[in-house]
Nanobody, 130 residues
Framework: QVQLVESGGGLVQSGGSLMLCCAS?????????IGWFRQGPGKEREGVSS??????????YYTASAEGRFTISRDNANNATYLRMNSLKPEDTALYYC?????????????????????WGQGTQVTVSS
């Protein structure tokens, strides 16, 4: 049974940092693309970052809002994917989800399409105060 569990969210001041963790079970992590998404209050779910499967050259993707501030990484041995978030802003406040899909997503646009992912966690709340 595929399961994704997010952790690491919390309340942080503007400019602060958080490290989110997506713990996975029930599947072989390095065969999967992992994406991070978020949904802020009154907003639609949007992509943040993704990392390709480790079966090929590992590629990472970031949306414009995340580029330069967020870093995605994975630890296949420990079945975990991370999202390091620095220089947080109040507009980063959202429920953050990780998602998984078998294999690679070959288009940049597809990396941030929720419909491309088959498995989702329940989310972890990130709140950034000004």
């Amino acid at each position: 049974q595929v399961q994704l569990v997010e952790s690491g969210g919390g309340l942080v001041q503007s400019g602060g940092s958080l490290m989110l963790c997506c713990a996975s079970s029930g599947f072989i992590l390095h065969h999967y693309t992992i994406g991070w998404f978020r949904q802020g209050p009154g907003k639609e779910r949007e992509g943040v970052s993704s990392i390709s499967s480790s079966d090929s050259d590992v590629r990472t993707y970031y949306t414009a809002s995340a580029e330069g501030r967020f870093t995605i990484s994975r630890d296949n041995a420990n079945n975990a994917t991370y999202l390091r978030m620095n220089s947080l802003k109040p507009e980063d406040t959202a429920l953050y989800y990780c998602a998984a899909v078998l294999g690679d997503i070959y288009s940049r646009r597809g990396q941030f399409a929720a419909a491309a992912y088959d498995h989702w966690g329940q989310g972890t709340q990130v709140t950034v105060s000004s």
